[in-house]
């Protein structure tokens, strides 16, 4: 079972941008296929990005398609999610993702090990 730690989650006002990370841990990092979720208040988790273990494929939600990059630096066991063009509809707890297969990366269902959630909140 893998841990997944985030952080980097903050207020920040509308148009500003964001860095996000997530720490792995107990198992080989290079081997794992990263995503990130999002769910805000009242609504079901949506798939945001995901990243294959040699930083391809990449796949984003059409709803940050542009305004988001996923990367990840398989030195430091970590992945980034940069936000820029911040909305408050990205309001929302992000949650770091550990997918089984890339192909399935959009599906909630399909997630081994999720992280605790970071909270960004976009003010307008």
Do not use: H
Request: a positive charge; charged letters at 20%; one cysteine or more.
């Amino acid at each position: 079972q893998v841990q997944l730690v985030e952080s980097g989650g903050r207020l920040v006002q509308a148009g500003g941008s964001l860095r996000l990370s997530c720490a792995a841990s107990g198992r080989t990092f290079n081997n794992l296929i990263m995503g990130w979720f999002r769910q805000a208040p009242g609504k079901e988790r949506e798939f945001v990005a995901a990243i294959g273990w040699g930083g391809r494929p990449i796949f984003y939600a059409d709803s940050v398609k542009g305004r988001v990059t996923i990367s990840r630096d398989n030195n430091k066991n970590t992945v980034y999610l940069q936000m820029d063009s911040l909305k408050p509809e990205d309001t929302a707890v992000y949650y770091c993702a550990a997918p089984s297969t890339i192909w399935r990366a959009r599906d909630p269902g399909n997630i081994d090990s999720w992280g605790q959630g970071t909270q960004v909140t976009v003010s307008s």
